[in-house]
């Protein structure tokens, strides 16, 4: 079995950023324009009125301050309430492709690599723009890439995932270097009329480079193993899918994007999480006190403060377990790899972390590596 490392790693990061102010503002101009339009019905008692949302309590809640997205003033135009981002012609590229491209090209330079030492593109993310053709033979087409590429869908832990599917080629043969991104578009799929979730999601795309650890030319993370979980759950979801017109009562429903049942999620994924990492490290003779660092999914910081005082024993120091949620809320499954991308570096040869997703199915994911 070859042995695998990642050898490069890529962000795109949209260029508006919207603070909680912001958001509450305009979420609050919502609600009482909402509540005006409504007096009546809502003093009579057929309809509760809309209550206000608070930058308090979402920085108190998840440890979230602000978030990137492709477009601020959809978002914040009070009639719109959602991100505005024009259909491209099919000869254009796609906004995920050029999303995945800006971060593949950032982790075949980290790596040393062009274009023709990749065989294998993996577009892994929650949310694909459309069914076909796969984004990833789009991005595989934009950067000039031989060999195959396929999409996958496993929301929150997409990126772990698609660690496991590339470490499997890479070790198996079946590929020497594979791409990895995960073009998240989260302001897509975000309800920002509803309170209890119009803070969580941000937009950006990271890139994962893992190739042959005899062909790769830079130092990396040699991947040491990875677990994989899932469990079905409806607290998170979104029926949105091609189905929907075959029932024209369903279109537009709030359903039809993200939903979730916060305070359920995060009582049932922490133990989850933790346990699956204490497993894994443990089938792998690793100790807790051996691990330096844990790139873990950016959903909330109160989970992750929780899930790694649960792995290490104790609290973890900011070093350890670092956030990037303040500045870019939860991006979905490029949260654990943002985290690996901005804060990989001081580890020693020989250092052993986690990069650890969880999120809607359930799933989670866990990929220990080692400092080359
Ligand atoms: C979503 C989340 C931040 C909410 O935090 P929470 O502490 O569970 O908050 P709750 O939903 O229980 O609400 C607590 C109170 O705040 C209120 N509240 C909810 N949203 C609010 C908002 N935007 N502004 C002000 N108050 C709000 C609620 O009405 C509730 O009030 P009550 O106590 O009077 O009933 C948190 O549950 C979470 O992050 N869970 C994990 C989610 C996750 O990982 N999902 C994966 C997604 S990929």
New binding site residues.
Partial sequence: MNSVVISGTGLYTPEYSISNQELVESFNAYVNKFNQDHAEAIRNGEIEPL????AE??EK??GIKSRYVLDKEGILDVGYMHPHLPERSNEEQSVQCEMAVSAARQALAEAGRSASDIDFVIVACSNLQRAYPAVSIEVQAALGIEGFAYDMNV??SSATFGIQAAYNAIQSGTAKAVLMVNPEICSGHLNFRD??????FGDACTAVLLERSDLATVKGYEIVGTKLQTLYSNN?RNNFGFLNRCDERGVGAPDKLFI?N??K??KE?CPMVSDMIQAHISEHGIGSQDLRRLWLHQ??LN?NVLISKKVLGRDATREEAPTILDTYA?T?SAGSIIAFHKHKEGLNSGDVGVICSF??GYSAGSVIVRKQ
């Fill in positions: 209550q206000e949302s608070s309590f979402i809640a998840s929301a929150c309170r209890d979730s119009h803070f969580i998170i979730q916060g305070r999620v995060f994924v959903a909330n989970m939860n979905s999120g809607a």
